[in-house]
């Protein structure tokens, strides 16, 4: 589907150890969504459960709002 369909969606894959994965960024997914929030956007997070524990804390306390963080129900993925 061209990029075009959906402008108002970003999707940043991010690669934690592999500085040759390009086009992707390099980071945690945690980082890179704190690093590309911007106000008014919602960040869906979906990965094992103790990245989405980690995600929930750390994005709410860099300022995303928790109506604006969607991630798994316990028990989900």
Do not use: K
């Not at 500085?19 to 390099?26: S, T, V």
């Not at 459960?49 to 969607?70: E, S």
Request: some cysteine; hydrophobic content about 45%.
């Amino acid at each position: 589907m061209p990029a075009q369909a959906h402008d108002w969606l970003t999707i940043v894959p991010a690669f934690s150890d592999d500085p040759e994965a390009a086009p992707a960024e390099q980071g945690t997914a945690i980082a890179l969504a704190i690093h590309h929030h911007r106000p008014g956007h919602h960040v869906h997070v979906c990965g094992p459960p103790a990245m989405n524990t980690a995600a929930r804390r750390w994005l709410t306390i860099a300022g995303v709002p928790a109506d604006h963080l969607h991630l798994p129900t316990i028990g989900e993925r």
